[in-house]
T-cell receptor, first 111, second 115 residues
Framework: DQQVKQNSPSLSVQEGRISILNCDYTNSMFDYFLWYKKYPAEGPTFLISISSIKDKNEDGRFTVFLNKSAKHLSLHIVPSQPGDSAVYFCAASSSPGKLIFGQGTTLQVKP | EPEVTQTPSHQVTQMGQEVILRCVPI?????FYWYRQILGQKVEFLVS????????KSEIFDDQFSVERPDGSNFTLKIRSTKLEDSAMYFC?????????????FGDGTRLSIL
């Protein structure tokens, strides 16, 4: 199932700089997109979501951008902090309740 | 902050045995889910459950799997006759409503190891 793809398995940024995590999708019927963060030995934690009718949603240091024509979304974290180091999953929703996840991107924020 | 709790954190079972994974969703949530993540692979949807019925299930969720809400607080996933390929991390999740605008809240998972 390749409907949601995160092509970068890892990303390393310096503390205080911007982290940009990318996600591509193929199904134009997705109505919501969500980002989750996951620490080792814990479950995914919801970060931020965006409706398919919007192109931007912001919550504190986290902003998600959606480009429907390109079927692409990105999560911006600014400024990045060492505590942001985790695996980030992009997920999409088409039918109510079913989330389709990407493979995840491991973010490392260096002090 | 309310959270989803899962027990046990690690379950080791012989192939062919039945296993029950337990979850306590957030108390005011009405929609419940199971996902799994095989080591090195994506998190995959298994099943959604609402009003004591399965709402949707994936191809993975075959006749060997079942879910139940035996009382007002627990939500369980049963695998009747486990196979080696059932070894994975199993995550329970819950949400207030089913729409994509209602984020699902996940537990910390049960690591299932089939020997």
């Amino acid at each position: 199932d390749q409907q949601v793809k995160q092509n970068s398995p890892s990303l390393s940024v310096q503390e205080g700089r911007i982290s940009i995590l990318n996600c591509d999708y193929t199904n134009s019927m997705f109505d919501y997109f969500l980002w989750y963060k996951k620490y080792p030995a814990e479950g995914p934690t919801f970060l931020i979501s965006i409706s398919s009718i919007k192109d931007k949603n912001e919550d504190g240091r986290f902003t998600v951008f959606l480009n429907k024509s390109a079927k692409h979304l990105s999560l911006h974290i600014v400024p990045s902090q060492p505590g942001d180091s985790a695996v980030y999953f992009c997920a999409a929703s088409s039918s109510p309740g079913k989330l389709i996840f990407g493979q995840g991107t491991t973010l490392q924020v260096k002090p | 902050e309310p959270e989803v709790t899962q027990t046990p954190s690690h379950q080791v079972t012989q192939m062919g045995q039945e296993v029950i994974l337990r979850c306590v969703p957030i108390s005011n949530h009405l929609y419940f889910y199971w996902y799994r993540q095989i080591l090195g692979q994506k998190v995959e949807f298994l099943v959604s459950f609402y009003n004591n019925e399965i709402s949707e299930k994936s191809e993975i969720f075959d006749d060997q799997f079942s879910v139940e809400r035996p009382d007002g607080s627990n939500f369980t996933l049963k695998i009747r006759s486990t196979k080696l390929e059932d070894s994975a991390m199993y995550f329970c999740a819950s949400s207030e409503e089913a729409g994509g605008n209602q984020p699902q809240h996940f537990g910390d998972g049960t690591r299932l190891s089939i020997l």
